[in-house]
């Protein structure tokens, strides 16, 4: 089949039971590569590794790049009630349905003497590698069943012996070279490469095997992906060569890395896309800190915030990092914020509630009313600024929600003394009790209390902030106020009064 000539291109996870951060990012850069392009980008399901079957893994990746807004133009997607549909023409999309493909395949291989059945033992592979690690020679099948006869290869086939299908890689090839979109010229010579087994005793394909055809039938004109996979690129060149098949572009992408420069793994922290949205990150802010890992705009840019469109436009593999990505949880955490701060606020309640976000004990055990929308947009409205994920919200501020009880010795203000605080309460109740309610904002409050502590703000401000609170820190009186409403705050203030009083 000739190529198409148009960008195709695929994401090809095998699924693991969650999508990881660094497979977000190749589904990621595929998607872009695409659009930017006009290409199709398709999403491909590699399960033939039967031994690491999870299920309802298709289901949850699928589910996860829906919800970062990956959603593939053709191959697996799912359909308006959450079932799993596999959609374009060059489908089944998912491996485990395409077998009879691979057996044929590698059969053509076999005939045109570019495979050979193989039925060493895995004792006797066990004992080759050992022997081979002991003289320091890299593990490698010494490719003993490639001189049985036809005819002591078809009894034995015909007694039911188990065997494989591997590739025989021509020792004479000599280098093999290829131009990696993003690493150059690659090349690692044919005696270094493995035998590989292409068709496994199970009858399922291995990797390798399925991958390379499935890109061919499925049209592929260019492989993005993790670098992880670079040792495997020439096995499957000279796949290719044995097919007689035109090769895709590849183009490998940097490891993700953990701080001390180690392989992003699960023990030092969140890995799976969604973790990171169960508390909170907003999808957007994901991708935008994914797209980032391993790629800027370059030209000296150094915008960091992009929508998907400016993303489109910008990304290109000329711009992919050839070293690896360091996984910067502060940088995200300052990204997401900055995402949490654009939103407008009816969106970030919508997307607090969506999330169940406004669900967490310490605000489904507050009275009534601080459970209705309006008083939980106003606290939102506070908090917006501060928050680097929405599972944080009321978090710092739990007075919003409970009662606070306020220590005596914390009323009143560095030197100034109890009488002192309590003047200052008990103007403050004043100054609350005379604005009105359709004044009453955050500035309007803001601007009575200011008018009215003049040049003493700390002794003023300081004990009905501690009133309003029972805490050292939080946001300004006026804030809390706001929120809180003025029956609210008045009572607050004269429950500090009593206790000063005691
Ligand atoms: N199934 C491989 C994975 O799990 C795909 C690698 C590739 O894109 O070729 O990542």
Redo the contacts with the bound molecule.
Sequence with gaps: MPHPSAVRVRF???PTGYLHVG?LR?ALYNALFAKKHGGIFVLRI?DTDRSRFVPGAVESLVESLKKTGLMPDEGVGMDEKGNIVQTGGFGPYIQSERLSLYKKHAEELVMNGRAYYCFCSSERLAILREEQVKNKQAPKYDKRCLSLSSTEREERRQRGETSVIRLDVPLDRGAIVFDDAIRGEVSIHARDVDDQVLMKSDGFPT?HLA?VIDDRLMGITH?I??EE?LPSTPKHILLYEAFGWEMPVFAHIPLLLNSDKSKLSKRQGDVAVEDYLAKGYLPEALVNFVALLGWNPGRGSTKEIFSFDELTHAFDLEGVHKTGAVFDQGKLDWMNGEYIKALPIDMLYERALEGGFLNKNLISNAPAHIREEEYLRRVLAIEQERLTKLADIGEENPFFFIEPVCQKDMLPWKKSTIAGAMEALEQAILILEGISQENWTREHIGEALLAAAGDKRGDFLWPIRVALTGAEKSPPPQDIAWVIGKDAAKKRIRLALSILNM
């Design positions: 090809a996870p095998s497979g190749t590699e990797y991958n492989v992906r993790g996979w």
